[in-house]
Each structure stands twice: as C-alpha cells, then as structure tokens.
Nanobody, 130 residues
Framework: QVQLVESGGGLVQAGGSLRLSCAAS????????????MGWFRQGPGKEREFVAA????????DYDDSVKGRFTISRDNAKNTVHLQMNSLKPEDTAVYYC???????????????????WGQGTQVTVSS
C-alpha cells in the first residue's frame, strides 16, 4: 500500500507561483522495487478531476496537459520519495484541489487517465485570485 501526502497549496495572486510537494510512504521509490510513475491531477469547483502532469519512475520523460505546458514543471526525487509540481504564471482557472497519484509503471508508459492510477493522496487546495 502506497500512501501519498500533498502539501504546498495556498492562496496566490494571478501571475504568482506555488510549489506543490507529494511525499510517498517510505521506500516507495527504492530501486529494485515496483517502479511507480507519478501524476498530478486537479479538480476545480463543479468539474471532474483532470490530468495535469506525469513523470516516469526514471524521471526521463514527462507529460503535461496543454493548459499548463510552459507554466508547470513536474519533477521527482526518488531518494527522498517525493514528487514536486512547480507552478508558475498561475491563472484563476488553475484554482482547484490538486491531487498526487501513483501508478505501477509498465514499459515506461505515461498515462493521463484517473482510472490508470492506483494510489491517491487527499489533495491540497490551490486558489488563484484575479
């Protein structure tokens, strides 16, 4: 069982930045164990949960939704069992609860569907004021 805990959310003005972190339970990203791709999703008020970004276990490849390309950057530190989402040039439409998710990785493929991920955190609120 993988446990994920997000942090770093908050209130920021449009154009500002936030850095979200996701801490996985100990030894989740240890070499020679199950490799996990990691993803960030978000759910705005009255909306369905949607894909934001994903990264392979190796960190060698990433994927982003078009709405955040060039503004958000996903990264990971396997030694510290953490994943980050650096969010720059934030817009009011980025307001949402942001979730971290883990997926058992096969053949180094990145997935963007919520059903593709096995474990989820509780989420952290990001609010961008205009």
């Amino acid at each position: 069982q993988v446990q994920l805990v997000e942090s770093g959310g908050g209130l920021v003005q449009a154009g500002g930045s936030l850095r979200l972190s996701c801490a996985a339970s100990e030894h989740t990203f240890t070499p020679y164990t199950t490799p996990y791709s990691m993803g960030w999703f978000r759910q705005g008020p009255g909306k369905e949960r949607e894909f934001v970004a994903a990264i392979l276990w190796s960190g060698g490849r990433t994927d982003y939704d078009d709405s955040v390309k060039g503004r958000f950057t996903i990264s990971r530190d396997n030694a510290k069992n953490t994943v980050h989402l650096q969010m720059n040039s934030l817009k009011p439409e980025d307001t949402a609860v942001y979730y971290c998710a883990a997926r058992r990785e096969f053949y180094e493929t990145l997935k963007t569907g919520t059903n593709d991920y096995d474990y989820w955190g509780q989420g952290t609120q990001v609010t961008v004021s205009s």
